[in-house]
């Protein structure tokens, strides 16, 4: 065998550097785009393609270095020839990875006399194949295949086996990274709809993180309406660095490697915090910072392990805090922690579901200690989601916004409770059997009214969605049109009138559109618009004014996945047809 080149050993290093580089938090589904490219770097080839299959879901999807790489006509020949191929083959039936070429198994001749060579490789001009095989978990693999207008050479094999324990890792932190972030996103949302401004940045005023009260007080009384998610004003810097205003909080414990460390989750009016740490073991736990910087660890299960986290919500005005955790069957259940003595009371609702996720999911509370949220049952072999409140004497009332769909289509079908009020309104969606979303209201008697913003489609993911209430019963939220389009509205509690918002510049596309996400007690309303490109921007309503846009940070949007191969049920019965779609499946 060729050793390898000084030139080799440097593509080598420069993959894997241009591995680490996949982070930042971006979307998971940018993952295989950016690996093929660093792929393509690494061994010179026509074009390099991906291949991911899902094996409990059969669920495929490829991406290719070029576009024809991943066309409709590509995948119908691979379909039709893969049988042929002998590298897929020996990957298929042995489960071994390592990298091999077809000029492994075949000579030239015998290779151009192949239906995949004459039917398909000649018109792409492809004279040899060098494929390897990742398993990225126990139900998921991986195949990465160059394609080339010559013979692989053992040097060029021996590189593509070097590699391959890095594609592994390399999948497993994309999708844990961007995980966090989409935690990070629910968190800021949860800031969001408590009015609260809060930004968040480092020692040189780079913003992390920033809610919509923060970018309206910064719009008001700064000039940088067109930097708000960037950089802190530098009035606004030097004076937070010279009177030391923001206080790091570190819980002694707590790791100091990736992905370990301290995050807060919910603060209040008098100034605690409550949040989750991970010690140096990758243990999740809950803290309790009062305003006096105190810190108070717990576990809401009583002892922390890898498979059991505590997740705190809110407080109420009292102190008291209400979040959740999952058990060590991974069962869900809620939890109080008083303020006052640190004793937690675990809040299950009777006769829910104790399977996998499921159980008792509060979401809010309100001042007075009243806690909202849902609840999962199985009816027999259906799944049902609930809404419940919980008094602050501990009583639970449990209810349904609608009747049950008796047939459905939709996945947990059901209440789903979103946010309370000080008197203890309750606002949330109903999703009823072919998967259309509804909003409902329940008052303080318990009397629900389901509503429907005008225009809302009652397709499968269309509807009606809150988001958010206030003191006076006021609901925000958004609905999806016919065309999928996205329309935000106000709905007045007295008369039930909505007033529908439509950012200036809002596309008109397939989830495209405006989406109202909090607003204060004036009627303030704050949120996000994507145009026409999908390019996302902020917007904020003032009461009784005109919309005022700005230029927040654009997004990456998701990779579309494709379904590849036929089905379980097209090829059930034959033993020839399933081996040629796990071929096809595992092809590149």
Sequence with gaps: MDQLRQSDTKR????????????????????????????????????????????ETNEAFNIGSKPESSSPQVSILLQRFMHEHSSLLYYVHTGDGSATRISDFQSRRQFHDTGL?????????????LCIGVSAEPCRSITIAWHGDRQFTDRERCMADLVRPFLAQAWQNARLLSGMQSQLQLLQQSLDGAALG???????????????????????????ANNLDRQLPQQLLAWAQGTSVFTTVDVTGAGTSSLQGTAATAIDAAGDVAGIYIDASKIEHAFVRSASGAVTPFDASGTGSRQMA??????????????????????????????????ITILDVAGEDTGNMEGTYPTCINGSGMIAGSYSTTIGSNSF????????????????????????SSTNPGT???????????????????????????????????????????GSEQGTIATGID???????????????????????????????????????????????AFDAPGDVSGIYTDANNGVQGFVLPANGTIVTYDALGVCMPATRQQVGPTAAEISGSSEAMDSTKIMRAAI
């Design 117 to 129: 060579y004459a039917g398909f490789y000649r018109q792409y001009d492809v004279e040899d194949d």
């Design 310 to 343: 505590t997740v705190p919500i809110g407080f109420d005005s009292a102190g008291d805090l209400v979040g959740l955790y999952n058990d060590a069957n991974s069962r869900m259940h809620g939890f109080l922690r008083l303020a006052t003595t640190g004793v």
């Design 385 to 408: 989601a609930h809404g419940f409140v919980r008094g602050a004497d501990g009583t639970i009332q449990t209810f349904d916004a609608a009747t049950l769909p008796t047939s459905f």
């Design 471 to 517: 003191a006076a019963g006021d609901v925000i939220g958004f609905y999806l049109d016919a065309n999928y389009a996205i329309h935000g509205f106000v709905r007045n509690a007295s008369s039930g009138a909505f007033t529908t918002i439509d950012a200036p510049g809002a596309g008109t596309a397939t989830y495209q559109g405006t989406y109202p996400d």
């Design 416 to 458: 789903q409770v979103i946010g309370i009020n000080a008197s203890g309104e309750v606002s949330g969606i109903y999703i009823d059997g072919v998967g259309a979303m509804h909003g409902f209201l329940r008052d303080t008697g318990g009397k629900i009214t389901l509503f429907e913003a005008p225009n809302a489609a009652t």
């Design 198 to 224: 809060v930004i968040s940045c480092d020692a040189e005023g780079r913003v992390r993180m920033i809610t919509a009260l923060a970018r309206r007080y910064l719009a008001n009384y700064f000039d940088c």
């Design 12 to 55: 080598l290093l420069d993959f894997v550097r241009d591995c680490c580089a996949i982070r930042d938090f971006e979307p998971f589904e940018s993952f295989p785009g950016k690996l093929v490219k660093a792929l393509s770097k690494l061994i010179p080839s026509l074009h390099t393609t991906y291949n991911e299959l899902c094996l």
